[in-house]
């Protein structure tokens, strides 16, 4: 069945879209009095209250992500502690993964506010690297009105300012990640080919993806920025720090280059529970958690294939949610195995207040079991279906940009002819 499943697209060169502090901005978003006052964001998946996002006003007064809130209290009286809603974060980081992916087919998504765009063969339809940036910083200011405006996404009346997001271009995701964590508020800076090393030398070593440990070794060693570490010979950092010390020496004298990968996009399988009133009992919430699971586990989509990644999100009281997410190591088809992990979170992390509506969503999924190769070939034709009208969509898109079809078949209409003119023909691609 593995025959049927494509492989992600990927792209060597990469744009990185960055907006720090995005669950805050979220928060300003539908409360805008946060703005202009000293506010952080709970961690909403930490056993104890700590601090997890905070704004430029309360950092000035010395209250740091991970601090607790009695610390954080003493720091800044007026501090404005916003409970956290990961659900609505989550959804508006959907929204503006989905702006990107009309740009470019090639998105990955790395962390809250943090994607990468591919954007191999787009210069026949964008132009250079500048016209490239403006596209996906246009799409990127249009979705934000809809992310961020909780009233509209057509809504002109508010704009988020152009500081929201933060763009970088080079070829491998490091070089652009630099150069987004480089970029003033709004703008851009591009790295062309060729240019990554002298672009990487002045900057500092902690733009590596270093533990505290490894960065204070380093500084110890004089080594204040990636010229500096580049310069030196590869083998003496891997002997110092083993394989970890290679990796960062190669992205360090860019001699290497991570590229995107593009993810294939699921159809997920959603089922849901209301409660009549809300719930608060743990016990009863792992119970509908189970029940739900072997909803979704009936579900005819499901037939033929094993959960890979499955999510837990429920709604609160007073607009509150929680959310769990896993990543099964084992794909897996039994209920108790994929509920394992959303108990666990549920008891380390339980919802911070009673619960009136539980989702379970099965996200991400690989090739049948043993017991279920019965099914294969429904389940491969599943597969080939979805491909199928994700082409025709793509066809579509292209045909609607370029105002004509670009995309043909060859047909054989001569075969005993020897010029290929005359022994092929094109007609427009209909998938």
Known sequence: MDRYLSPPPTSSVAVCVWIPLFALRCEEARRPELASQPSALLAPDASRRVVWQ????????????????????GLCP?????????????????????????????????????????????????????????????????????????????????????????????????????????????????????EEGKFLAAQPVAVLPLDPDAHRRL???????????????????????GRAGRRWWRLAAGATAEPVVGRVLPEPISVSLTFFTPVADREM??????????????????????VQAVRARAELERAASWLAAATLKDPSADRDHIAAPLKTRLAQAPPAGAVERLVVEFTAFAPGTAELQLFARDAGAAARAGQRRALRSAVQEITLRLKRPMLHHVIEV??????????????????
């Open 54 to 73: 905070v704004s430029p006003l309360a950092r000035h007064a010395g209250v740091r992500p991970g601090m607790t809130v009695s610390q954080a209290i």
């Open 78 to 194: 007026a501090l404005r502690l916003c409970e956290p809603d990961p659900v609505h974060y989550d959804e508006r980081f959907a929204l503006l993964l989905a702006a990107l992916a009309r740009v470019s087919p090639v998105v990955e998504p790395a962390e809250l506010g943090l994607a990468y765009v591919g954007t191999d063969g787009l210069e026949g339809l964008y132009g250079g690297p500048e016209q490239i940036v403006e596209a996906i910083k246009r799409g990127m200011r249009n979705a934000e009105r809809g992310a961020f405006d909780p009233a509209s996404s057509s809504s002109s009346a508010f704009r988020v300012p152009r500081s929201a997001f933060r763009v970088g271009w080079g070829q491998g995701k490091f070089v652009a990640w630099v150069a987004a964590t480089r970029a003033k508020p709004g703008c851009a800076i591009i790295v062309h080919a060729g």
């Open 219 to 241: 500084r110890q060693l004089g080594l204040r920025t990636l010229g500096q570490l580049a310069a030196l010979p590869e083998e003496a950092i891997v002997s110092q720090f």
């Open 285 to 306: 919430l792992v119970l509908a958690l189970e029940r739900l699971i072997e909803r979704a586990l009936r579900h005819p989509r499901r037939t033929g294939w094993r």
């Open 414 to 431: 001569q075969p005993w002819s020897r010029l290929p003119e005359r022994r092929y023909a094109l007609i427009d691609y209909e998938p």
